[in-house]
């Protein structure tokens, strides 16, 4: 059967075109491998990805060795887990085995990683910075900055060459995103990495939004430091551990503020003063979360098995849909694509305005529909290895739904959560 796409399939989208779609779609078969209650349209996966159907197993295994095996448990499998999971997302960004290390909160791996990243560059002081990263990542560039005494510059990504190029002997971190958490807009690693360069300064990236969702090529790219989430795209579940990146070429240089025994070169010598070991492996702090590391590694591997490139290539088709949808069924219904059209501008969700966003999306998950709301953007992420074009068209009708009867404006999707 051919493959079927919106630019092949000349068809208004509708459910019938969906289904099409679907019946195409060689990723279809990966959604069974997702535990996605029935009546749930999963749209929220850039936020917590669901569930893979090999996870409690997975868990329940390293729990039994816990309960088993006790501290054996570690020489068995899990001192090495941080450094196997971490050669594992390694692949998904590009990296060559022995550069990437999981293990901690991605608000640890930025802090330990912006401090690092300064120390490589001692003679200058400025960190030039997205103004639209993500909170964490700006609060704790901010503190590292006061902790070291740095400047940092802090604007749109569209200035940032400008605002490297003004500080150019100075500059040294050019810290950003891979794609903006609210718009979905996706950054140009290998243009932004070559401009913080020509500056002579170190580009780090925080892939949260990138990894999972587009490939990469951190090491083809040049990309010196790089920190990721893997609760999002990786499917790694509530809290479960970031990871770093540390090109090759600097580890054995590499400074880290956080010197915990774990990066000991002979962790077990219990020596009064820090080594570094050699390697990554000094990239590591204390001791992980293990059931977390474990889950995540299960989580993994569907992923790896339905291939970056064909998920990348699933997500882009769903995208289009999406929009090809929103601009059949939402005319005049007061939301505004804020999403570039430009699938090569994408990451992984897309984002509408509306000024009632909240309002709209409590009514949307009364319905099933899982997005979420950041500010008046509502996003839906449209992860291709597990989202089907049904879902989207279910998605776009039930918006069009609630906006066209005024649902949402029900007292009832007046409150406000916690998290949405
Ligand atoms: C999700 C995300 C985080 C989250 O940080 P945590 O420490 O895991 O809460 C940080 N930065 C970016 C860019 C993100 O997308």
């Known amino acids: 059967m051919p493959k079927g796409t ?15 779609l679907d019946t195409v779609d060689e990723l279809a078969p990966f959604r069974k491998e997702f535990n996605l209650p029935a009546g749930v349209v999963p749209l929220n996966g850039n936020s ?11 868990v329940a295994e390293a729990v039994r060795q816990w309960g088993e095996r006790l501290t054996r448990a570690w020489n068995e499998d899990w001192w090495h887990a941080p450094a196997r999971v971490g050669d594992r997302i390694g692949r998904l960004i590009g990296a060559a085995p022995g550069q990437t290390m999981a293990g901690d909160s991605t608000s640890v791996q930025i802090f330990n990683a912006v401090v690092a990243a300064a120390r490589l560059r001692p003679d200058r002081r400025v960190v030039v910075a997205d103004a639209g990263n993500f909170p964490t990542d700006r609060y704790l560039t901010a503190s590292a900055a006061r902790l070291l005494g740095l400047e940092v510059v802090e604007v749109p990504m569209g200035d940032l060459p400008d605002a490297v190029d003004r500080h150019r002997d100075e500059v040294a971190v050019v810290f950003c995103p891979a794609a903006d958490y609210r718009t979905g807009e996706l950054w140009d690693v290998p243009a932004v990495t070559r401009v913080a360069h020509e500056a002579g300064a170190v580009a780090l990236w925080d892939l949260s939004h990138g990894a999972g969702a587009v490939p990469l090529w951190v090491d083809d790219d040049g990309v010196d430091l790089a920190v990721g989430c893997t ?13 770093g990146y540390v090109a090759a070429r600097h580890q054995d240089r590499l400074d880290l503020p956080l010197t915990g025994w774990h990066g000991h070169a002979r962790p077990f010598d219990m020596a009064g003063v820090f080594e570094p070991a050699p390697g990554v492996a000094r990239a590591r702090i204390g001791t992980p979360p293990v059931l977390s590391l474990l889950a995540l590694e299960a989580a993994l591997e569907p992923l790896e098995r339905a291939g970056i490139e064909a998920v990348r290539a699933k997500t882009v088709r769903l995208g289009d849909f999406f929009l090809g949808c929103a601009d059949r069924l939402l005319d005049g219904l007061g939301f505004e694509v804020v999403t570039p059209r430009d699938p ?26 899982l997005g ?35 649902e949402y404006r029900s007292p009832r999707f007046r409150r406000r959560e916690v998290v949405t």
């Not at 919106?6 to 099409?20: C, G, H, I, T």
């Not at 609760?231 to 990871?243: E, H, I």
């Not at 090569?344 to 009632?356: D, K, Q, S, T, W």
């Not at 290895?385 to 906006?403: I, K, M, N, P, Q």
């Open 231 to 243: 609760y999002k795209y990786l499917s790694g579940g509530p809290g479960s551990p970031a990871y």
């Open 6 to 20: 919106l630019r092949e399939v000349k068809m208004e989208p509708s459910r019938e075109m969906a289904d099409r």
């Open 372 to 406: 979420d709301v950041r500010g008046d953007l509502l996003r839906f992420c449209v992860n291709g290895l597990y989202v089907s074009f049904g879902d989207v068209h279910d998605a776009v009708t039930a918006l069009r739904e609630v906006a066209a009867t005024d």
């Open 48 to 58: 917590l990805g669901p569930l893979p159907a090999a996870v409690p197993g997975a």
């Open 344 to 369: 090569r501008r994408r990451g992984g969700h897309l984002a509408l305005r509306h000024p009632e966003a909240a309002a709209v999306m409590a009514a949307l998950k009364d319905r099933g529909v």
